[in-house]
């Protein structure tokens, strides 16, 4: 059994995540603003990943096995009326905040030897698409980290990400908040729905596991066939 920290782990793919690993014998530990519902058996640690000193290393679990960073925004807004702070607000959550919590538990990682890294990214970013220059700028980020640090952590360290695309989580309320938002989300996927968190979730407990221990520098799509159909 491996020691995993998810940061963003109470909620959407993250708390599905955690679930997941806890239900497979794992010990999990989350680092989010609010505990929210999380089993006890979870190690939280309340953090905000804007606006806080760096983490804390005294909560960073030991014998450290797999590090995901879950949170994310969805701002969708014509690039007009996107000022300068919403594209570094986007930065900062989602990939500033990535690199301080990733930073922070580095040598933790680096002792284990099977560990492994999982960020997430967009469909947005490979697959061109009106109203989403904040969020696929700051994913496309992540994606050219994920690869650097997956040749810089090579052998030792396994790096990858998932990119989805809308996802039935609490993120994505205001987008799937009606019968029609969701009928016509569905229909734009060759798949004809949208993604269920646990669906998400299992993609990273895969890349988190043995099973993927020759899987490093990807980023894999999870869109229903809407980014390559």
């Not at 020691?3 to 708390?15: C, E, F, K, M, V």
């Not at 998932?162 to 009928?183: E, M, N, V, W, Y």
Request: glycine content about 10%; charged content about 20%; proline content about 4%.
């Amino acid at each position: 059994m491996a020691n995993y920290l998810i940061i963003g782990g109470s909620s959407g793919i993250g708390r599905a995540l955690v679930d997941q690993l806890l239900t497979d014998g794992h010990t999990v530990a989350v680092w989010a603003r609010e505990q929210r519902d999380l089993p006890t058996t979870v190690t939280f640690t309340s953090y905000d990943v804007i606006g806080e000193a760096d983490p804390d290393k005294a909560t960073i679990p030991e014998g450290l096995d797999g590090f995901v960073y879950c949170p994310g925004s969805i701002d969708l807004k014509s690039f007009r009326s996107l000022k300068a702070p919403a594209f570094r607000e986007a930065f900062e959550l989602n990939v500033v905040g990535a690199v301080r919590c990733l930073q922070a538990c580095e040598r933790t990682l680096k002792k284990s030897d099977k560990a492994s890294v999982v960020f997430f990214s967009t469909v947005a970013v490979q697959r061109g698409m009106p109203f989403h220059a904040g969020i696929a700028a700051a994913k496309g980020a992540i994606e050219g980290l994920t690869r650097s640090l997956a040749a810089e952590y090579a052998p030792n360290i396994r790096v990858n990400a998932i990119a989805p695309s809308l996802t039935d989580t609490p993120l994505a309320g205001k987008l799937l908040g009606t019968d029609d938002k969701r009928q016509a989300s569905a229909d734009r996927h060759p798949l004809k729905r949208v993604a269920a968190a646990e669906e998400i979730a299992a993609m990273a407990a895969f890349l988190l596991g043995d099973n993927a221990a020759f899987v490093t520098g990807q980023v894999i799509g999870m869109d229903g066939g809407l980014g390559a159909i």
